[in-house]
């Protein structure tokens, strides 16, 4: 697609529920990216896929949190037993991937709020 | 992994000149610096990216000195519109050595 398509936009959830969150990056995107924005604050890096290899799981911060990234395209993160303090902003980024030129770095979705009550 | 130092906070009047600072005194031979800007309710959106002197697009400039330690983002005659967050990020240019946004730089345009 034109550009990275996260869903759902808004998510509310009761504690201790699972979700599912959606990314479908920018077609020939290799490399993905999801990050996580509390209120106010920087971008938390979660994990990193990029190509066949294994992902970079080193940020995510508990084994709640889990990703895939099927046929190299379209990425789940799943959060289960949600917590209140899972409340946040969860972004995902596509780029061509290392090494390429030009470089012109990511490519951010709108991301998915998520409230969890 | 290069790290960088911003300030948390500007202010500026509209129709003047910004320049926001990046630190980076870790940075390595084969890393870049990538600004970004973040507007509320958005993911980031790349702005510049250069290696070193002076790259200069349709949005801002930026100024790289010899020694590469530090990095200044140029906004020309800034708008209400650009007030968001800037973040300064070192590394190769995409992938595991680039993956850290830090806490970037709030820029507030005043009328």
């Known amino acids: 697609g034109a550009g990275v398509s996260q869903s759902p936009s808004n998510k509310v959830t009761e504690k201790g529920k699972d979700v599912e969150l959606r990314c479908d990056p920018i077609s020939g995107h290799t490399a993905l990216y999801w990050y996580r924005q509390s209120l106010g604050q920087g971008l938390e890096f979660l994990i990193y896929?990029?190509?066949?290899?294994?992902?970079?799981k080193s940020g995510l911060p508990s084994d709640r949190f889990s990703a895939e990234r099927t046929g190299g395209s379209v990425s789940t993160l799943t959060i289960q037993r949600t917590q209140q303090e899972d409340s946040a902003v969860y972004l995902c980024a596509s780029s061509l991937g290392t090494g390429e030129s030009p470089y012109y770095g990511y490519t951010f979705g709108s991301g998915t709020r998520l409230t969890v009550v | 992994l290069a790290k960088t130092t911003q300030p948390i906070s500007m202010d500026s009047y509209e129709g003047q000149e910004v320049n926001i600072t990046c630190s980076h005194n870790?940075?390595?031979?084969?890393?870049?610096i990538t600004w970004y800007q973040q507007f509320p309710s958005q993911g980031p959106r790349f702005i510049i990216q250069g290696y070193k002197t002076k790259v200069t697009n349709e949005v801002a400039s930026l100024f790289i000195p010899a020694d590469r330690k530090s990095s200044t983002l140029s906004l020309p005659r800034v708008s209400l519109s650009d007030t968001a967050v800037y973040y300064c990020?070192?590394?190769?240019?995409?992938?595991?050595?680039?993956?850290?946004f830090g806490t970037g730089t709030r820029l507030t345009v005043i009328p």
């Open positions: 896929f990029q190509g066949n290899s294994a992902p970079d």
């Open positions: 990020l070192v590394g190769r240019i995409t992938g595991a050595n680039n993956l850290f």
């Open positions: 870790n940075i390595a031979t084969n890393d870049y």
